[in-house]
């Protein structure tokens, strides 16, 4: 079983910056591919970023040279830095964690982009 817990979320003026952390529970994390997805209101979730293992990223071409995704695996935590914010609104991010044989989802943290 894995726990994973989104915080860091909040309101951010157009242009700013925030960093989210996904802290999960579980001694399987390390082996877990790791992903963040967002769901603005009404529409369907959609993949940000993702990172393996063993460190390597992919990233949706929306957010590509200003979201940052990386992970500690001391800690159990995946981060996803995010710079240059866009003014979209009110969206959710879920913090993902793929084992293979199953998927786990976290509750989800609130992102505000509004001036």
């Known amino acids: 079983q894995v726990q994973l817990v989104e915080s860091g979320g909040g309101l951010v003026q157009p242009g700013g910056s925030l960093r989210l952390s996904c802290a999960g529970s579980g001694s399987v994390f390390s082996f877990a591919f790791m992903g963040w997805y967002h769901q603005a209101p009404g529409k369907q979730r959609e993949l940000v970023a993702t990172i393996t293992p063993g460190g390597s990223t992919n990233y949706a071409d929306s957010v590509k040279g200003r979201f940052t995704i990386s992970r500690d695996n001391a800690k159990n935590t995946v981060y996803l830095q995010m710079n240059s914010l866009k003014p979209e609104g009110t969206t959710v991010y879920y913090c993902?964690?793929?084992?293979?044989?199953?998927?786990?989802w976290g509750q989800g943290a609130q992102v505000t982009v509004s001036s």
């Open positions: 993902n964690a793929d084992l293979g044989c199953r998927v786990y």
